[in-house]
């Protein structure tokens, strides 16, 4: 692409526009429409013809066309239904949300922890006929989730990754089976 004085060019890294001002070798010198001037390497430029200026105008949060879009999308019924409210317990694991301070306290104190509230979150859980559990552990190093599932193994429980939707990665799923006494 050969880029011409007068062009009105795109930095394809950067949130800047301009008109090409001047052209040596393989600096481009751009103005853009408050007056400043930079200069770049004609690779990291894109000319903006008319009909691309075009597009731009769909960009508009509050395009009326945007809007009578979302209007359409936003009818549509879900085809999923909830059959019943079941109570989900939901416990952060994350440090900062079970002490005020983890002054003094190593990685080992950390985990302990961590894991000593989810263990009573369990025992609470079976006690008091909770079937589900959340356990939100955050990504990390995976070492707190790597011990809770091995903590979990000695319960009634199933696990499996929670609602990657309303969680992301760093949470666990707790089925817990209730006996019949």
Do not use: C, W
Not at 144 to 153: I, Y
Not at 155 to 177: I, M
């Amino acid at each position: 692409m050969r880029l011409e004085i007068g062009n009105k060019v795109a930095v394809l890294d950067d949130v800047l526009k301009g008109v090409v001002t001047d052209v040596s070798d393989n600096q481009v010198i751009i103005e853009t429409e408050d007056g400043m001037k930079f200069s770049f390497l004609a690779t990291e430029l894109v000319r903006i013809d008319k009909d691309q200026h075009e597009l731009s105008k769909f960009s508009d949060i509050n395009n009326p066309l945007l809007k009578e879009k979302t209007k359409l999308n936003s009818s549509k019924k879900s085809l999923f239904k909830k059959d019943k409210n079941e109570v989900v317990l939901e416990v952060d694991l994350h440090i900062n949300q079970l002490t005020n301070s983890t002054r003094g306290l190593d990685n080992y104190d950390m985990l302990n922890l961590q894991l000593d509230t989810a263990k009573r979150k369990v025992e609470f859980a079976i006690q008091k006929r909770i079937s589900k559990i959340v356990f939100i552990h955050g990504v990390g190093e995976g070492v707190l989730k790597s011990e809770l599932l091995r903590l979990l193994n000695k319960y009634p429980v199933k696990y499996y990754d929670a609602s990657y939707k309303k969680y992301g990665l760093g949470a666990t799923e707790v089925y817990v089976f209730q006996n019949s006494n």
